[in-house]
């Protein structure tokens, strides 16, 4: 029987289908060998895309880099208070774009590195080396 929409109850006896190889993340591991990732165990994107400088890509660099992006956050909370206490709101209307300039990265930081750590406990659990391409 198939599945139908997500809160609808299965027909008795529905079993899921497994994932088939189409599904599958196929990706160069550490030990050389290829292995095939689910989308959950691949993490965050491990290639370059075609850049110069190579991303970071691992869950510590990734939580270094959220931790500065935080850091940047609360100097950037710590400004608007001085605003604030001082009075001189006029500062606010030349520099707004700042806010979504740093709340989008420190978002998008949080979010790798929680996913990039998933995919990592997800690896350990299956006994899956780590991609690197």
């Not at 060998?33 to 994107?45: D, H, I, L």
């Not at 940047?72 to 001085?82: F, N, R, S």
């Not at 790798?112 to 997800?122: I, M, N, Q, T």
Request: aromatic residues 12%.
């Amino acid at each position: 029987m198939a599945r139908r929409s997500q809160g609808v109850p299965q027909d008795p006896g529905y079993v899921p289908s497994r994932r088939s190889d189409d599904q599958l993340i196929y990706r160069r591991a550490e030990n050389g060998e290829m292995v095939g990732y689910t989308p959950a165990e691949y993490g965050v994107r491990k290639d370059d895309g075609g850049g110069l400088v190579k991303p970071v890509n691992s869950s510590g660099g990734l939580l270094f880099l959220a931790i500065l992006l935080t850091a940047c956050l609360g100097g950037l909370i710590y400004g608007v208070v001085q605003i604030a206490i001082q009075g001189t709101w006029h500062i606010l209307g030349e520099v707004w774009w700042v806010f979504p300039a740093c709340l989008y990265p420190f978002t998008f930081a949080w979010a790798s590195y929680f996913k990039e750590r998933r995919a990592e406990k997800l690896r350990k659990a299956s006994n899956l080396a780590r991609p690197v391409e």
